[in-house]
């Protein structure tokens, strides 16, 4: 695994990142470049961790790249642009709508051969039974839940504090440390939420034989009756 794409990376590269698409939300040339930033940073993480059993090709690749890009740039220009006469905080978490928007594309473009050719299932003994798209379907969505969940509290509650914390007399007179500031917090949100979103479901995910795809059912029921009610698989981070 590269160093960049695996979740250790994610406290001082998501730090790094978040920081500045709070801080720098403002002009429509900064928001256009984090926002690119961070889903070029994201398509990594997707692609390193990713379940490699399934394979996937450059086009596939560059594909969800310039979808999920461009989902997160016209989403944010977009409410950006609508929240204007909104009041400033407002303005601060379109950020964040962004990014969820962004993780429901990216993630499951980075990842559709998973979902078109299926992922492996195995017996608890780690026998492996087959592929199911829908073992695939269910990885995924816990995926996009889990990364939307690292990315909340900071990008939701930080808005908040840096809202009270800038019309303080002593903040008015230190604007160059705002985005260190920011950034710095941002680091303390991840380091608790990256393990917490990490650990929100299973990482070896078990499904019953009776929600897999017909036809894989009828497989696994003709070679070992009921002696499997249950399948297991890698859902990747």
């Not at 690749?61 to 944010?76: N, Q």
């Not at 993780?103 to 299926?118: D, H, K, S, T, Y």
């Not at 608790?192 to 070896?204: E, K, T």
């Not at 497989?219 to 297991?232: C, D, F, H, N, R």
Request: glycine residues 6%.
């Amino acid at each position: 695994m590269n160093v960049i794409g695996r979740m250790s990376f994610q406290v001082p590269g998501g730090m790094i990142i978040t920081g500045f698409m709070l801080q720098f939300y403002r002009t429509m040339p900064a928001i256009i470049f984090w926002q690119w930033v961070n889903q070029s940073f994201n398509a990594l993480v997707n692609y390193t961790n990713r379940n490699a059993a399934s394979p996937t090709s450059v086009r596939q690749m560059a594909l969800s790249y310039l979808t999920a890009t461009t989902t997160a740039v016209t989403t944010a220009v977009s409410m950006n642009m609508l929240t204007k006469k909104a009041p400033p905080l407002v303005a601060r978490w379109v950020p964040f709508a962004a990014v969820a928007a962004a993780n429901c594309v990216n993630i499951p473009m980075m990842r559709q051969q998973e979902l078109i050719q299926g992922i492996s299932v195995k017996d608890k003994n780690h026998n492996e039974l087959g592929h199911s798209r829908r073992a695939a379907a269910i990885g995924i969505t816990q995926v996009v839940i889990s990364r939307i969940t690292m990315a909340a509290p900071g990008m939701i509650l930080l808005p908040i504090v840096m809202e009270r914390l800038e019309k303080l007399p002593f903040m008015q007179k230190v604007k160059v440390l705002h985005a260190p500031l920011q950034v710095m917090l941002c680091g303390c949100f991840l380091i608790f939420m990256v393990p917490v979103a990490c650990g929100l479901f299973p990482q070896i995910c078990e499904l019953p034989v009776s929600y897999l795809e017909q036809e894989l059912q009828d497989t696994i029921k003709a070679k070992y009756g009921e002696l499997v009610p249950s399948v297991y698989f890698n859902k990747g981070l």
